[in-house]
């Protein structure tokens, strides 16, 4: 027989797996308990625990993940997703509250928002508007024009509250996001000196 001894599962394995399957039940639950009753029964909002594995031998062996996902309208699926360092079992509700969407922020996922939450920084100024034109650092020595589109640009599959001050739609035709709001990385058009933007 390959693949090592059958272990056979033991009442300490099965008593656990029950309790972690009520605790992932129970924080479900309390998650559903903050939105509106309507965006879970008519199914536009979609809520998902579970456990992760983290790979980084610095952080937590595991971590509870919670996913608040609306199905959005022409822009695709809208929520968010955040995680706690510790199994579902000791999750607190206290916990899970801090890190809760306002009401307003549900209804904006329910008509299909693209709203962040947590909400991008509102007490750093940006040294470039919309619409300005920059230089980013896109290679060791090179150098590319465009202009800026967005502020506070995020990817879908980023941690919650990361953001990258700048998008910025390159002459190009490359749509990239500058990572850091400094002149090693964007700077105004025809000026100084950078280092790096990174392709979004």
């Known amino acids: 027989m390959n693949g090592g001894p059958f272990k ?6 099965a008593d656990a797996a029950k309790k972690k399957r009520e605790a992932i039940a129970r ?10 009753d309507k965006h879970i029964k008519d199914r536009t909002c979609v809520v998902d625990v579970s456990e992760i594995v983290c790979g980084d031998p610095e952080c937590a062996p595991i971590d509870t993940a919670v996913r608040i996902i609306y199905e959005g309208k022409a822009e695709g699926p809208v929520g968010t997703a ?13 916990a899970l509250d801090e890190r809760m969407p306002p009401a307003s922020t549900f209804e904006d996922w329910y008509e299909g928002k693209p709203t962040h939450w947590p909400p991008p920084p509102d007490d750093v100024t940006l040294r470039f508007e919309v619409g300005a034109r920059v230089e980013c650092k ?9 202009a800026v589109t967005m502020h506070w640009f995020r990817q879908g599959d980023w941690p ?3 953001f990258a001050p700048y998008q910025v739609q390159l ?24 280092w790096c933007c990174f392709g979004g």
């Open 8 to 13: 056979l599962p033991t009442k300490e394995n």
């Open 27 to 36: 924080i479900k639950k309390w998650v559903e308990s903050r939105i509106p």
């Open 160 to 162: 919650p509250g990361m």
């Open 82 to 94: 955040f995680a706690f360092p510790c199994q579902s079992v000791e999750l607190t509700r206290e």
């Open 138 to 146: 896109v290679g060791k020595k090179e150098w590319a024009p465009g």
């Open 171 to 194: 002459d190009d035709g490359r749509l990239i996001f500058a990572p850091d709001d400094a002149n090693k990385c964007i700077r105004a058009e025809g000026s100084g000196k950078g």
